[in-house]
T-cell receptor, first 117, second 117 residues
Framework: AQKVTQTQTSISVVEKTTVTMDCVYE???????LFWYKQTASGEIVFLIR??????ENATVGHYSLNFQKPKSSIGLIITATQIEDSAVYFC??????????????FGQGTKLSIKP | DAGVTQTPRHEVAEKGQTIILKCEPV?????LFWYRQTKIQGLELLSY????????DGGAFKDRFKAEMLNSSFSTLKIQPTEPKDSAVYLC???????????????FGSGTRLTVL
């Protein structure tokens, strides 16, 4: 069965530094999609970045990048030059290829990131 | 383009009442999801529609929860009868299937915060 695990409950870093959040997943599918979402203090869930399993190159969007290690079933989120407004809860999620499965999105438990001035 | 719209933003119900939450997906999206979020359980999938067909009915949530997709641009989630343990944030999300960089990515509404007294 699908499973997504985020072991870091909370992380605190100083502004302008780099932070990495871990995520491991379980799937029997050869084709799947991995996502990172951010939930702000207001409760809004915002899509940040994704990695398609067939792509070897790590995805990058703005100051977000991914460390995709397929043999380890790992998809880490890296935020460089962190800002106060990056403080939020970050969710890792996986969606199996809907051509072969039902394509539902399963979330990890979330990591709370606090950026200190 | 309008994002996912959920109404109402807040709902307060007495135990035993019937409540209906509403969702309008992003125009053109053909997948629609209902999730429930609590601090203890995190994000749990309630229902999932693909092109208006029910793909996932949420297992443990079948009993008092019923999601419907009346047309491609409108969905409801009915909880009947409500119980205090149903107090949570209910989130609707939509996505587009197929190829393309934005396909398969879920976009979330702002959620409905339900309080059952």
């Amino acid at each position: 069965a699908q499973k997504v695990t985020q072991t870091q409950t909370s992380i605190s870093v100083v502004e302008k530094t780099t932070v990495t959040m871990d995520c491991v997943y379980e799937t029997r599918d050869s084709s799947y999609f991995l996502f990172w979402y951010k939930q702000t203090a207001s409760g809004e869930i915002v899509f940040l970045i994704r990695q398609d399993s067939y792509k070897k190159e790590n995805a990058t969007v703005g100051h977000y990048s991914l460390n995709f290690q397929k043999p380890k079933s790992s998809i880490g989120l890296i935020i460089t030059a962190t800002q106060i407004e990056d403080s939020a809860v970050y969710f890792c999620a996986m969606r199996e290829d809907m051509n072969y499965n039902q394509g539902k999105l399963i979330f990890g438990q979330g990591t709370k990131l606090s950026i200190k001035p | 383009d309008a994002g996912v719209t959920q109404t109402p933003r807040h709902e307060v119900a007495e135990k035993g009442q019937t409540i209906i939450l509403k969702c309008e997906p992003v125009s053109g999206h053909n997948d629609l999801f209902w999730y429930r979020q609590t601090k203890i359980q995190g994000l749990e999938l309630l229902s999932y529609f693909r092109s208006k067909s029910l793909m996932e009915d949420g297992g443990a949530f079948k009993d008092r929860f019923k999601a419907e997709m009346l047309n491609s641009s409108f969905s409801t989630l009915k909880i009947q009868p409500t119980e205090p343990k149903d107090s949570a944030v209910y989130l609707c999300a939509s996505s587009l299937t197929g190829l393309g960089d934005s396909a398969e990515t879920l976009y979330f509404g702002s959620g409905t915060r339900l309080t059952v007294l």
